[in-house]
T-cell receptor, first 114, second 114 residues
């Protein structure tokens, strides 16, 4: 079974630009969560989607948004990039987000904002 | 607001020795997860602990959960170099029965020296 895939793996942008990251969950998984990892703030939850609906949201500004498609693939978008958005963005999938389920993480997209 | 603290932040140990990583969290939760991250890589699920008193073991790693003390431990037995990585604990704070909103600890960087 293929794992969680994320594209692109690396990205360089400049301040003010916007970026879209993509995540394809494990086949059959319907829940996709996004996390930001930085040296200063650690791993922080961005949002979670299930059946095309945002079910949970973290404490990030509105510049961070996401969506999920009918095939469970998810995208996150960051508009008006700031230097502090440089991070590793990880997505994770699970079957339905149930309490006994493990989240499987993708390899991440490393974003550098110049 | 839920806070998850790990200690120590950095652990240098010799091969063959035993040690414990501690994970404290500030509000009630019955769901705690341990992950491993190798440098430049994504997160790998180690354990899912779902109830008070839960204990799980895999190889040289054993995790336990005490929900009353809001404490989880990850015990390393007879460490080997391959265990060198960063270990994260995470508590689930999803709402409405849904999960997948993980609040991560700061991580413990484990370096096992020959």
């Amino acid at each position: 079974k293929a794992g969680v895939t994320q594209t692109p793996r690396y990205l360089i942008k400049t301040r003010g630009q916007q970026v879209t990251l993509s995540c394809s969950p494990i086949s059959g998984h319907r829940s996709v969560s996004w996390y930001q990892q930085t040296p200063g703030q650690g791993l922080q939850f961005l949002f979670e989607y299930f059946s095309e609906t945002q079910r949970n949201k973290g404490n990030f500004p509105g510049r961070f948004s996401g969506r999920q498609f009918s095939n469970s693939r998810s995208e996150m978008n960051v508009s008006t990039l700031e230097l502090g958005d440089s991070a590793l963005y990880l997505c994770a999938s699970s079957f339905s987000g149930g309490v006994q389920e493990t989240q499987y993480f993708g390899p991440g997209t490393r974003l550098l904002v110049l | 607001e839920l806070k998850v603290e790990q200690n120590p932040l950095f652990l240098s140990m010799q091969e063959g020795k035993n040690y414990t990583i501690y994970c404290n969290y500030s509000t009630t939760s019955d769901r705690l997860y341990w992950y491993r991250q190798d440098p430049g890589k994504s997160l790998e699920s180690l354990f899912v602990l779902l109830s008070n008193g839960a204990v799980k073991q895999e190889g040289r790693l054993m995790a336990s959960l005490d929900t009353k003390a809001r404490l989880s431990t990850l015990h390393i037995t007879a460490a080997v170099h391959d265990l060198s990585a960063t270990y994260f604990c995470a508590v689930d704070r999803g709402y409405g029965g849904a999960t997948n909103k993980l609040i991560f600890g700061t991580g413990t960087l484990l370096a096992v020296q020959p």
